[in-house]
């Protein structure tokens, strides 16, 4: 079993429309989470992290928390072409203070206009 | 604050060439990570440097590949005698390490392609 678990898509919204990116992880101790965005042959930039369960919002970014289900979701409200790209979600699974950072292999989003 | 640096940005080589990466992290992190990135996969971890001292070194790592921080700031990754499986984004990656919910950034990467 992958450590982090993504659909890697493409996931295709219509422009406006709410698009849902989902990320389940297997580390029951890990403690914090990020959401990158990749365009493509560009470096992850920061999107959003979250660390309690629950929603964050950010923005046109929401994620979405549930360490009982190991489950973390990141929402974008009002799409835009320029979201497209690849989303990637990060656990950081190691013990206190230490930050070793395991990525998923990515969700495509793809925005029509 | 200029965010974190990589150089060179592209590097093309013959197979058993070495080669030599350097990142520059952004300044007063601690805490510095490589990657690598394969096409249609996430950052794979490397190694990582709390100040000067290598703290982890993935098991994916062979012993051709060394990391090395001298001074607590800037930090090289070597290759020696690359293979075409060496082909492949690598990423930098910096974070404050002020509390353990800090937060990695990333540096533009350097795209190495070994014929």
């Known amino acids: 079993q992958k450590e982090v678990e993504q659909n890697s898509g493409p996931l295709s919204v219509p422009e406006g429309a709410i698009a849902s990116l989902n990320c389940t992880y297997s580390d029951r101790v890990s403690q914090s989470f990020f959401w990158y965005r990749q365009y493509s042959g560009k470096s992850p930039e920061l999107i959003m992290s979250?660390?309690?369960?629950g929603d964050k919002e950010d923005g046109r970014f929401t994620a979405q928390l549930n360490k009982a289900s190991q489950y973390v979701s990141l929402l974008i409200r009002d799409s835009q072409p320029s979201d497209s790209a690849t989303y990637l979600c990060?656990?950081?699974?190691?013990?206190?203070?230490?930050?070793?950072?395991?990525f998923g292999t990515g969700t495509k989003l793809q925005v029509i206009p | 604050d200029t965010g974190v640096s990589q150089d060179p940005r592209h590097k093309i080589t013959k197979r058993g060439q070495n080669v030599t990466f350097r990142c520059d992290p952004i300044s007063e992190h601690n805490r510095l990570y490589w990657y690598r990135q394969t096409l249609g996969q996430g950052p794979e971890f490397l190694t990582y440097?709390?100040?000067?001292?290598?703290?982890?070194k993935s098991r994916l790592l062979s012993d051709r590949f060394s990391a090395e921080r001298p001074k607590g700031s800037f930090s090289t990754l070597e290759i020696q005698r690359t293979e075409q499986g060496d082909s492949a984004m690598y990423l930098c990656?910096?974070?404050?390490?002020?509390?353990?919910?800090?937060?990695?950034?990333f540096g533009p990467g350097t795209r190495l392609t070994v014929l």
């Open positions: 979250i660390y309690s369960n």
């Open positions: 990060a656990v950081n699974s190691g013990p206190g203070g230490y930050q070793k950072v395991t």
């Open positions: 440097f709390q100040n000067e001292a290598q703290l982890e």
């Open positions: 990656a910096s974070s404050s390490g002020q509390r353990s919910t800090d937060t990695q950034y």
